[in-house]
């Protein structure tokens, strides 16, 4: 027997209003780049109280299609505090970590990320 497919509700601008139509999903994707409310992480943070269900916090610059017109190092403390309140993080930022070192993405790659990530949190940059 083949398992069903998940479904995704992306949300962006006005996510807290339609949140109650994402009933169905199993996972709620979290476009912080195309929220028009003024601070992206409330928002984050009311969409997390309002559901149980796994978020994705996304966040893409206008150069991958998106609304984000911040400098790259905006995007990732913007993505890092995120984190903090959803289940994922979308994965471009680590792929754009390892193509700046020149590494491949792995465990390894993977947690020196999260260790980089951690010590930006903890010391400020």
Same mark, same amino acid.
């Given at each position: 027997?083949?398992?069903?497919?998940?479904?995704?509700?992306?949300?962006?601008?006005?996510?807290?209003?339609?949140?109650?139509?994402?009933?169905?999903?199993?996972?709620?994707?979290?476009? =912080?780049?195309?929220?028009? %409310? +003024?601070?992206? =992480?409330?928002?984050?943070?009311?969409?997390? /109280?309002?559901?149980? /269900?796994?978020?994705?916090?996304?966040?893409?610059?206008? +150069?991958?299609?998106?609304?984000?017109?911040?400098?790259? %190092?905006?995007?990732?403390?913007?993505?890092?505090?995120?984190?903090?309140?959803?289940?994922?993080?979308? @994965?471009?930022? =680590?792929?754009?970590?390892?193509? /700046?070192?020149? @590494?491949? @993405?792995?465990? %390894?790659?993977? +947690?020196?990320?999260?260790?980089? /990530?951690?010590? %930006?949190?903890?010391?400020?940059?």
């Amino acid at each position: 027997m083949m398992g069903r497919s998940a479904v995704v509700a992306v949300l962006g601008e006005c996510a807290e209003r339609l949140l109650p139509l994402a009933g169905e999903a199993d996972i709620i994707e979290l476009r =912080l780049d195309l929220l028009s %409310e +003024s601070d992206p =992480l409330e928002t984050l943070k009311a969409v997390r /109280k309002a559901t149980a /269900k796994p978020i994705i916090a996304t966040a893409r610059h206008r +150069s991958e299609g998106g609304g984000f017109q911040g400098s790259e %190092e905006q995007r990732s403390e913007l993505l890092t505090r995120a984190a903090v309140y959803s289940d994922y993080v979308d @994965v471009e930022e =680590l792929l754009q970590w390892c193509n /700046k070192r020149g @590494v491949p @993405v792995n465990g %390894e790659s993977r +947690s020196s990320y999260a260790a980089d /990530k951690l010590r %930006e949190i903890i010391i400020g940059h």
